[in-house]
């Protein structure tokens, strides 16, 4: 089982570049998100998606873009490329929750760490 | 707004001995929490889960968390630490469904560091 597959693992930008960081999953899932984890901060959403087609913001989409074209796939875009943006990236996915519950389990991916200089 | 606090940034403990992680949360109605563990390299992995019902819920690899109202805390407990689970623990809080909230809008906290000591 594949579950959710992120790549690159590591990548070094030059400030006002831009990259796409690929995220796959194979478990049919509805729901995908992408997070950014900075020493000591936890994690914090940048986007998700409930389904093909449809993305919405998180709590810190600035300079990112996502599509959502295909259930698999949910790849991110960085514009143009800052040192705020170094971080670690996370892509996961999730089915919907059982009637009013909250989702009860995310897959993560293993991960992308991102340097801009 | 949900939020979440882990004030153990580094915790180091002896294998064997007894483990508790911190967590307190700040949210308007019955939380949704959740333990995660990262290893390192490796993406987050659910260890439990809290919704409703009983107020102790045990989770994979002997580790159980108890849901205190009063104290906005769900804590992490296991009663012998073994050296495989350093690795670094997040707690987060989960909002229900909505018509406002289309998906799991999980609030992470800034987790807590375990290691282990032989």
């Known amino acids: 089982n594949a579950g959710v597959t992120q790549t690159p693992k590591f990548r070094i930008l030059k400030i006002g570049q831009s990259m796409t960081l690929q995220c796959t999953q194979d478990?049919?899932?509805?729901?995908m998100y992408w997070y950014r984890q900075d020493p000591g901060m936890g994690l914090k959403l940048i986007y998700y998606?409930?389904?093909?087609?449809?993305?919405d913001k998180g709590e810190v989409p600035n300079g990112y873009n996502v599509s959502r074209s295909t259930t698999e796939d949910f790849p991110l875009r960085l514009e143009l490329a800052a040192p705020s943006q170094t971080s670690v990236y996370f892509c996961?996915?999730?089915?919907?929750?059982?009637?009013?519950?909250?989702?009860?389990?995310?897959?993560f991916g293993s991960g992308t760490q991102l340097s801009v200089l | 707004a949900q939020s979440v606090t882990q004030p153990d940034i580094h915790i180091t403990v002896s294998e064997g001995a007894s483990l508790e992680l911190r967590c307190n949360y700040s949210?308007?109605?019955?939380?949704?929490l959740f333990w995660y563990v990262q290893s390192p390299g490796q993406g987050l992995q659910l260890l439990l889960k809290?919704?409703?019902?009983?107020?102790l819920v045990q989770g994979i690899k002997g580790f159980e968390a108890e849901f205190k109202r009063s104290q906005s805390s769900f804590n992490l407990r296991k009663p012998s630490v073994h050296w495989s689970d350093a690795a670094e623990y997040f707690c987060?809080?989960?909002?229900?469904?909505?018509?406002?909230?289309?998906?799991?809008?999980?609030?992470f906290g800034g987790g807590t560091r375990l290691m282990v000591k032989p």
């Open positions: 998606s409930v389904g093909a087609g449809i993305t």
């Open positions: 987060a809080v989960g909002a229900p469904r909505s018509a406002n909230n289309a998906g799991n809008m999980l609030t």
């Open positions: 809290y919704f409703s019902g009983d107020t």
């Open positions: 478990m049919n899932h509805n729901y």
């Open positions: 996961a996915s999730s089915l919907p929750g059982r009637q009013i519950a909250t989702n009860e389990k995310l897959f």
């Open positions: 949210y308007g109605a019955t939380p949704y």
